[in-house]
Nanobody
């Protein structure tokens, strides 16, 4: 299983950026896919996750999870036809800067965001810079 992030970018505070995560060797709709951020000198922090039930009409709008720090500003979504998960980031601030990693596994999203070390499949990461 491989996951690969799109190129990150540089934005000013208040700006927006969209990242994508393409998977191969596994179907994103059958797994939980999460985005983590790592600031320089710090560990990986869970930000957003989308699980396998998201989009299933039996479960309504369930299946997406966000850290409090990004709730209301970031949106995670999935395109099953492209086997891709997206992270739309709005109203970015300097605290959002870092290397963003996409990871996939069959863990529960709420658990995965708190335990990044237990995720099995990781991308190489992509940098996001927020500058004044």
């Amino acid at each position: 299983v491989r996951v690969a992030e799109s190129r990150g970018g540089r934005v000013r505070p208040g700006g927006s950026l969209r990242l994508s995560c393409v998977a191969s060797g596994a179907t994103v709709g059958d797994n939980d896919v999460a985005w983590f951020r790592q600031a320089p000198g710090k560990g990986r922090e869970g930000g957003s996750c989308i699980d396998s039930i998201h989009g299933d009409p039996r479960y309504g709008d369930q299946g997406t999870y966000y850290a409090d720090s990004v709730k209301g500003r970031f949106t995670i979504s999935r395109d099953n036809a492209r086997n891709t998960v997206y992270l739309e980031m709005n109203n970015l601030n300097p605290g959002d800067a870092g290397t963003y990693y996409c990871a996939a596994d069959d863990l529960n999203c709420a658990y995965a965001l708190e335990h990044p070390g237990d995720m099995d499949y990781w991308g190489r990461g992509t940098p996001v810079t927020v500058f004044s």
